[in-house]
């Protein structure tokens, strides 16, 4: 039995498609939609490929979209899906608030951690020290402020945790009780033995670890 191509566009997709149809038929039938799903969503939604594109290409979001047409975002997506059209890369919740269009942009007052989060969110988590050059893996890396202003995002510097700490006690950013001269004065004492790290203790004011993880190094380790 002969069989009788015809071409056609579908109505929902676009797309060209071949229907098959036999000479048994008393008359030619012509095929409309490529797919069950396309003949789906030509019934069921209240609007076109066309508008669908137009609307999205001109900013709209997919769950703006599925608000409008009182569906779920979820449902809007497997729409574009069946009808090819492409989409936007999506981007995380925290990024977007990050954006100066979002209208909850608040500009410079702000946070210093909100600083911080902008920073991650245009360069990304730091893999690298700028200050020792270490690469390793099993470190900590940071963004580090180099100057106090938080509002340019080119005075962040990459950082390992351990670099991190140090430039900011070199900077005096943290309030310490104990100094780069007192540490060294601290240590000469207590290697001569006149005074136990109780009294060191006592005399600065702090805690006794404190004084001996200065004295070992585990602390102040760039003082020397």
Known sequence: MSTHRTEFTCQTCKKL??????????????????????MTAFHR??????????EYQEGRSIAM???QYGMYP???RYVMKIWKIPTRKSTTWHSRLFEQKNPRWKGN?????TFHQRVYTVYGAPK???MCGTIDKEKIYDWANTNGDYTNRSNFRRMCRSCHHRYDFQRGQYPTKLTADIVRHMRQEYTQGHITQFQLAKRYGVDQSAISNAIRGRNWSHVT
């Open 17 to 38: 498609d071949t229907y098959v149809t036999s000479q048994k038929h008393s008359r030619p039938t012509t095929g409309k939609f490529c797919t069950r799903a396309c």
């Open 45 to 54: 939604y209240p609007f076109s490929r066309e508008q669908l594109i137009k």
């Open 65 to 67: 979209l599925a608000r």
């Open 74 to 76: 979820s449902n809007m």
């Open 109 to 113: 007052r702000v946070s210093q951690q």
């Open 128 to 130: 690298e020290c700028s």
